[in-house]
């Protein structure tokens, strides 16, 4: 069955950096768009991150871009996010997603907190 593992999250200083790992398995991981999402507190979740399988090209919400990078290695079914210069505002738990036809999966989330 698919499954998404995340890992990597935690408590960072203001100006900190992280990455963030999602292993994937039970499915064709290496034709399929991958996604980071994020919800904080009290507030929707929200797209952080996408990149596709083709040419790995990438898209970002504004609130990140320039600051994350999104990346994967199809041989290790694996997708990234690295995240630079974090700010209290991206204290979230981050979840790595797919969508398999009309059904999107999520993994358990990864809790980040950027506090001083």
């Known amino acids: 069955q698919v499954q998404l593992v995340e890992s990597g999250g935690g408590l960072v200083q203001p100006g900190g950096s992280l990455r963030l790992s999602c292993a994937a398995s039970g499915f064709d991981f290496s034709v399929n768009a991958m996604r980071w999402y994020r919800q904080a507190p009290g507030k929707e979740r929200e797209l952080a991150a996408v990149i596709f399988s083709v040419r790995s090209s990438t898209a970002y919400a504004e609130s990140v871009k320039g600051r994350f990078t999104i990346s994967r290695d199809n041989a290790k079914r694996t997708v990234y996010l690295q995240m630079n210069s974090l700010k209290p505002e991206d204290t979230a738990v981050y979840f790595c997603?797919?969508?398999?036809?009309?059904?999107?999966?999520w993994g358990q989330g990864t809790q980040v907190t950027v506090s001083s």
């Open positions: 997603s797919v969508k398999l036809g009309a059904r999107d999966y």
